[in-house]
């Protein structure tokens, strides 16, 4: 770092005309040196648009901006990759699928434009990008007013004195393209590697519940999910769900619910004492997710109402020597850590907060008035919250088997205590025929 130096003398010096006496007493002059340093730019690093530390995603774009998107970091290289991989589960949450979700047309259609060459991934940054092609800024015309009651309108502008207010810049759903993407491609890594499965479901919307005991999750399936626009496994109470949905949806209201999401085949030894446990990293990515507002896994709230006795999941062994527990109250993770066994977790969804029924707020200004919003939003957001939840439980947790490789595998494991964290096959997964260069 350059630097200056500046002497003055203290001591010794005499004023013109002072007398000769003063000048024999006084000292020998004494230099002080101060050392000068040039003004430093005191920089604030805005972040929360990035997750992941070993497998790192970077999210970017707004509803009704040229589009959205995200940038993979960390990938692992010559993993095969096309767009097609990412755009299943992209149509999956894309708007406009059906009567129950917001009637906005999109195709979501991705492009990779970096990260990938002859259909392998290179170990490079992604960059993966979404257009978006039905904006109608003239919708949200009363937002610029006025604020919307339990949106994020009001306090972007209490953080950033500014915002963008065509569908509500950053805090609208449509960010979590940058999410869903790189969220097929962490499943894709976790079926290959681990052979991990992730799959989401709707439990419950508004006061409709679907039983736990009405699902197996050791045979759940996709396709099952799927069979309807709700995404309830269970046929019967996908029609109550849905017909729920339908009265609010003609009345210009809406309704929430709750995303059921299971583990299956997750490798043992995933999660971090003290403060990155595995369930607090899955709680922060889920809660993440727009209009959240709670997370449980394994008994969650209704295991305060057990004893210890009756809470605790009992060790066995099975018929191949591995050890296991009899039931799962701990839904996967014990102290943080994975243990083998199915992990569930439920992410609870808030009703939609812009609506179109008369509604108090007030101005920027301060002034209170009434508003009506218009633009087209979701009656229900969990249906098309599904892909999301499956997609940041998969990036926490292929970021976790990352890290769990580095730290623990990198040397031999101890076989009397640890398991390999690799149990599929590497060619489960093959590559794509007629890969081309992305």
């Known amino acids: 770092m350059a630097s200056s130096l500046t002497s003055k003398s203290i001591l010794g010096s005499t004023k013109p005309g002072s007398s000769p006496d003063l000048r024999r007493l006084s000292s020998p002059a004494v230099q002080i040196s101060i050392r000068t340093r040039p003004k430093k730019n005191l920089q604030i690093q805005a ?9 790192r995603v970077s999210t970017f774009g707004e509803s009704h901006g040229g589009g ?12 095969p990759l096309s767009e097609s991989d990412l755009q299943f589960d992209l149509d999956r949450r894309r708007p406009g699928q059906s009567r129950i979700t ?122 099952q999910i799927e069979n309807n626009i709700v995404r309830c496994p269970n046929p019967e109470y996908a029609e109550k769900m849905i017909a729920a949905i339908d009265a609010v949806r003609t009345k210009g209201n809406s309704v929430g619910g709750v995303v059921t999401c299971i583990v299956r085949n997750a490798p043992r030894g995933l999660g971090t004492p003290v403060f990155d446990k595995l369930e607090a990293e899955l709680a922060k990515a889920c809660m993440s997710l727009p209009a959240t507002k709670g997370f449980e896994f394994g008994s969650g709230f209704s295991g305060t109402f057990l ?25 996967g993770i014990q102290g943080g850590i994975s243990n083998g066994e199915i992990i569930n977790m439920r992410v609870a969804f808030k009703p939609t907060s812009t609506i179109g029924r008369k ?31 499956e997609a940041m439980v998969a990036l926490v947790l292929v970021d976790q088997l990352m890290a769990q490789y580095a730290q623990c595998h990198l040397f031999p ?8 964290l690799r149990t599929a096959s590497p060619v489960e997964l093959e590559q794509p025929q007629n890969a081309a260069a992305l």
């Open 47 to 55: 972040t929360g648009s990035s997750y992941g530390t070993h497998f």
């Open 68 to 79: 959205v998107g995200c940038i993979i970091d960390g990938c692992p290289p010559r993993i």
């Open 102 to 223: 917001t009637p906005r047309k999109e195709t979501d259609t991705c492009r990779i434009s970096s990260g990938v060459s002859e259909g392998m991934t290179t170990g490079t940054p992604i960059h993966v990008f979404v257009p978006n092609t039905d904006q109608r800024g003239l919708d949200y015309s009363e937002m610029s007013v006025a604020y919307r009651p339990s949106h994020a309108d009001a306090t972007y502008d209490m953080k950033y004195g500014v915002r963008s207010v065509q569908g509500g810049g950053r805090s609208s759903a449509r960010e979590t393209i940058g999410r869903v993407a790189p969220g097929a491609l962490a499943k894709k890594i976790l079926k290959q590697f681990a052979g991990t499965e992730i799959l989401a479901y709707v439990s419950q919307v508004h006061q409709v519940v679907l039983p736990e005991d009405l699902v197996d999750h050791e045979n759940l399936t996709l396709e």
């Open 307 to 331: 004893t210890g006795l009756e809470h605790n999941d009992e060790f066995y062994t099975d018929e191949n020597g591995r050890i296991r527990t009899k039931t799962n109250r701990s839904g």
């Open 359 to 389: 509604q108090n707020t007030v101005t920027r200004d301060k002034q209170e008035t009434e508003m009506i919003a218009r633009g087209r939003h979701d009656p229900c957001v969990v249906p098309r919250a599904v892909p999301m939840v």
């Open 413 to 420: 494991i101890n076989p009397e205590l640890q398991e390999p």
